[in-house]
Every structure is written in structure tokens, then in C-alpha cells.
């Protein structure tokens, strides 16, 4: 008698957990947590990753400068181009979760560029060394971008913001394809005449 009464309070509570299921609305896919802890915390990452974006952008011309290789110089061109978008559909993102345009301090992308102003001030002019050092050093910024924006298409999308994530996912496209084209220019024309030096 017992057994059964713990079978059917059981099945009962399972019954009553589906029907609530099916009656309530996640707030994922209602789009409804826009005053949520999380929401907060992804507009806060989309705040920081346009800081990094931002600053990414006047780094380039930089790292062009500095290339020996017109490919990779061409490529570092290119891509403030693009990166120059990627602020474009940031501001976008801003607008459709309504919230302001502004940029949080990216202490990852500060070190990034440091690392990247470090490396032309350690390596001569005119040598592949330095473009090899340049390569990684874009590489290293491509892979944070790459993790950030791969991880904010998740949010996106756990939160209902298809859209949102829609446009994130064009601009991870991007990074990545990028980061293939720095090594196709590493392996084809870089690093094998850069360790000969």
C-alpha cells in the first residue's frame, strides 16, 4: 500500500512538473530577461569585446607598418577593414538589446596589443623574424576573438536574441577566416625563410 502511494504521489509530481513545462514559457524563448543578472553580464561582454574591437582597429595600421611581407601588410589592411564592420554590428547588437553603445576596458585586448608592440620594438626591421612575431601575435588577438564571440552566439541564443547572435556569428565567421589566412601567409612565405635568418 505504501509503494503505491509513493508511485502515485511520484507520478503526480511528475505530471504536475510537465503540465507547469508546458504552460510556462522559458524566458529564453519569450526574449524576456532583459532585466536578468545574465543579460547584464552579456551586455557587460559586448561592452568589453567593442573596447577591444575599438582599440584593435588603430593597432593594425600599426602592424601593417611594421610588416616586411606586402602579403601580410595587405592582410593586417584587410583586416582593419573588417574590424571596422565588426564595431559596425557591435553598435547594432547595442541597439537591439537597447542599451547604449559604450565601451568597457578589455584588460585581455590591452595585453594583447602590448604583446604585439613589444614584439616590433624586440625584432630588427625588414626581417621575416619580425613578421613571424607579428603573425603570432595577431593570432593570439584572432583566438580571443574567436573564444569571446563563439561564446557570446551561445548567450545570444540561450537568451532568445537570434538576431543578436545572427550578427555575432557573422562576425566569429570572420575572425576565423582571418585566422586562416595569417597562417596560409605563415606557412607559405614566413616561417621557413624566418628561421634561416
Given at each position: 500500500?505504501?509503494?503505491?502511494?509513493?508511485l502515485?504521489?511520484?507520478?503526480?509530481?511528475?505530471?504536475?512538473?510537465?503540465?507547469n513545462?508546458?504552460?510556462?514559457?522559458?524566458?529564453?524563448?519569450?526574449?524576456?530577461i532583459?532585466?536578468?543578472?545574465?543579460?547584464?553580464?552579456?551586455v557587460?561582454?559586448?561592452?568589453?569585446?567593442?573596447w577591444?574591437?575599438?582599440?584593435?582597429?588603430?593597432?593594425?595600421?600599426?602592424l601593417?607598418k611594421?610588416?616586411?611581407?606586402?602579403?601580410?601588410?595587405?592582410?593586417?589592411?584587410?583586416h582593419?577593414?573588417?574590424?571596422?564592420s565588426h564595431?559596425?554590428?557591435?553598435?547594432?547588437v547595442f541597439?537591439?538589446?537597447?542599451?547604449?553603445?559604450q565601451?568597457k576596458?578589455?584588460d585581455?585586448?590591452?595585453?594583447?596589443?602590448?604583446e604585439?608592440t613589444?614584439?616590433?620594438?624586440?625584432?630588427?626591421?625588414?626581417?621575416?623574424?619580425?613578421?613571424?612575431?607579428l603573425i603570432?601575435?595577431?593570432q593570439?588577438?584572432?583566438?580571443?576573438?574567436?573564444?569571446t564571440?563563439?561564446?557570446?552566439v551561445?548567450f545570444?541564443?540561450n537568451m532568445?536574441q537570434?538576431?543578436v547572435?545572427?550578427l555575432?556569428?557573422?562576425t566569429?565567421?570572420?575572425e576565423?577566416?582571418?585566422d586562416?589566412i595569417?597562417?596560409?601567409i605563415a606557412?607559405?612565405?614566413?616561417n621557413e625563410?624566418a628561421?634561416?635568418?
Open positions: 500500500m505504501l509503494l503505491k502511494r509513493i502515485l504521489n511520484s507520478l503526480f509530481m511528475a505530471t504536475t512538473k510537465s503540465t513545462k508546458s504552460t510556462e514559457k522559458p524566458a529564453a524563448a519569450s526574449g524576456k532583459e532585466n536578468s543578472e545574465f543579460h547584464e553580464f552579456f557587460d561582454e559586448i561592452k568589453d569585446i567593442y577591444a574591437e575599438k582599440h584593435l582597429v588603430k593597432a593594425l595600421p600599426k601593417k611594421a610588416a616586411t611581407s606586402p602579403e601580410l601588410a595587405a592582410a593586417f589592411d584587410q582593419t577593414q573588417e574590424t571596422n564595431i559596425a554590428t557591435l553598435e547594432q541597439e537591439l538589446l537597447g542599451e547604449k553603445a565601451a576596458k578589455c585581455a585586448m590591452e595585453g594583447l596589443l602590448a604585439a613589444s614584439i616590433i620594438e624586440d625584432t630588427d626591421k625588414g626581417t621575416l623574424i619580425r613578421d613571424a612575431g603570432l601575435a595577431a593570439k588577438v584572432e583566438h580571443y576573438e574567436i573564444a564571440y563563439g561564446t557570446l551561445v545570444a541564443r532568445g537570434s538576431e547572435a545572427d555575432l556569428q557573422g566569429l565567421d570572420n576565423k577566416a582571418t586562416v595569417l597562417t596560409e606557412v607559405n612565405s614566413i625563410p628561421a634561416a635568418e
